[in-house]
C-alpha cells in the first residue's frame, strides 16, 4: 500500500504560479506511474497530467498543456506539479494518486485546495 500527501495549495490571483507536492511512503518501489488529478466545486474529477515513476514520461490534459508541468523526485519519493499563468477556472481540489501498470489510479490522498481569484 502507498501513502500519498498533498501540500502546496492556496490562494492566488490570476496569472500566479503555485508548485504542488505529493509525497508518497509505503510501498512506493510497486508504482508505475502517478499523477494529479482535480475536482472543482459541483464537477466530476478530471485527471490533470501523469508520470511514470521510472522514466519520467509525463503526458496532460490538453486543457493543462503548455502550463502545467509533472515531475518527480525518485530519491525523495515525491511527486510535484508546477502550476503557471493560472486561471480562475483552476480552481479546485487537487489529488494525487498512484497506480501500477495495467492498473487503475489509487491510493489518493486528501487533497490540496488551490483558488484562483481574478
Known amino acids: 500500500q502507498v501513502q500519498l500527501v498533498e501540500s502546496g495549495g492556496g490562494l492566488v490571483q490570476a496569472g500566479g504560479s503555485l508548485r504542488l507536492s505529493c509525497a508518497a511512503s509505503?510501498?512506493?518501489?510497486?508504482?508505475?506511474?502517478m499523477g494529479w488529478f482535480r475536482q472543482a466545486p459541483g464537477k466530476e474529477r478530471e485527471f490533470v497530467a501523469q508520470?511514470?515513476?521510472?522514466?519520467?514520461?509525463?503526458n496532460y490534459a490538453d486543457s493543462v498543456k503548455g502550463r502545467f508541468t509533472i515531475s518527480r523526485d525518485k530519491a525523495k519519493n515525491t511527486m510535484y506539479l508546477q502550476i503557471n499563468s493560472l486561471k480562475p477556472e483552476d480552481t479546485a481540489v487537487y489529488y494525487c494518486?498512484?497506480?501500477?501498470?495495467?492498473?487503475?489510479?489509487?491510493?489518493w490522498g486528501q487533497g490540496t485546495q488551490v483558488t484562483v481569484s481574478s
Open positions: 494518486a498512484n497506480r501500477k501498470a495495467g492498473g487503475q489510479f489509487g491510493s
Open positions: 509505503g510501498r512506493t518501489f510497486s508504482s508505475y506511474a
Open positions: 508520470i511514470t515513476w521510472s522514466g519520467g514520461t509525463a
